[in-house]
């Protein structure tokens, strides 16, 4: 039986700690403010609004809407975006992507100032990732992960982490700030040859294949810890799925996320965090 | 006994690749041109300085020298900075560092336009690096590890590759661009546990430990290939030598780069490869 980081706890204790933050901003006069920016009524964008507002209400962020037609054009757009640049009253913008026109995405995403993506989308914010400097943030759910792995005392300095999945969004933003934070890091993807050889030497796996279950017993042996970033509907079962099938895994393993409840229950969380501390850096 | 990998007889073959695409953009009226921003007369920057200048002349690039006295201050140096972006007859920037005043280095790193960076030194390159995209350059020494695989016909598709060292200029970059060529790479650094059982995993070894002889037999098994990155003067053997054991390596597996004669001999020939390519880039 492995024990289940289940990722509401961390995100109970991180809204704790947001909360008190934001009420020592406001006692030095500063209103954490999200701004979040959605071009067209896409429902998924519209979900993840509801959710990024509860949380910022829940904790004392005030929360700006700018909702533009679908139809918007480009120049508009980074009208738009440029406003929020230079808006000091706004810390943090959310800019749903894709944009309904897909040919803005690029220059809408690097029009944002680094020190305002607090969804860790702009180049600026890659570098930092990179470069391990504080310019900008890291995408969510990588940072999602790191949230989990410091809640629950688990240290990655050391550790052999292998991470399923190289994407620009999770898997190489995850596996630099595992690195940072002084793990030995292997990178698994589509074109690595027998990756369950290769996870059953790891300490820590973290899967962000993508592929919704993909990732069985076959991958893994007693002693580790694992977590599952992917988010998956599952049309048989008429449930969420991870990307690791969890049944098969947890009697293996000494600790593993659920999904739902893992690392989806974070990031939102984290995306709020990042809106503090892009207001706590305006003072410092 | 293993094969050596002869940097020099890759630095041959690119050079004379190079020689040809000078002779066709010139047809087309473009004649490649790196400058060369030395601020002071540090004996490194001018020990390069040559050899980059003799790799130019030798396949015909122009080479524009601006040395400024090493108590210019920042706005001089980034009204240079400037003045060199904005010469179209300049293709790549080689811009010396550590600057004499190293206040100055970060401004000035990211001063320069990312399509002049044939040295991979700004945000903007490692972006490209990072997400994969033909922004900026690679740093020259990673890209000289990529090249003596080209060369000597190793694809790394699918092979595991093992890198010791996380640094910014070579061991990060170097394993992205792995990674990109569909390797499963595992990086490892000072907080590594026992990395000798790491390396013996991988079908090649990158070494990048940038401490003198510090990679030894125990860290090789048979059939592997060792990509030797370090350049350290043995003041003991008063002669160059790599981070790997060579006599003790060698004999143990497949292939091997020497020092000198390595990795070290690729990277001014990359150098001048990137000014051809941003001066093509400028015809696209």
New interface residues.
Partial sequence: MAQVLSGKEVAAALNERIAAEVEELKAQGVEPTLAILRVGERADDLSYERGATKRADSVGVAVKKVVLPEDTDRATLLAEIEKLNADDSVHGVLMFRPLPNRDDDEAARNALAPEKDIDGIT??S??G???NTKQGFAPCTAQACIEILDHYGIDP??K?VTIIG?S?VIG?PVA?ML?HR?A??????T???DIPS?TK?ADIVLAAAGVMESVDANYFKPGQIVIDVGINWNEEKQKLCGDVKFDEVEPIVDAITPVPGGVGSVTTSVLISHVVEAAKRTLA
């Fill in positions: 180049d600026g890659m570098v990732v990179f470069a300095k050391g052999r190289r620009l190489r630099m690195m002084h030995t890091i292997t990178i698994c993807h074109r690595t040859i290769i030497e």
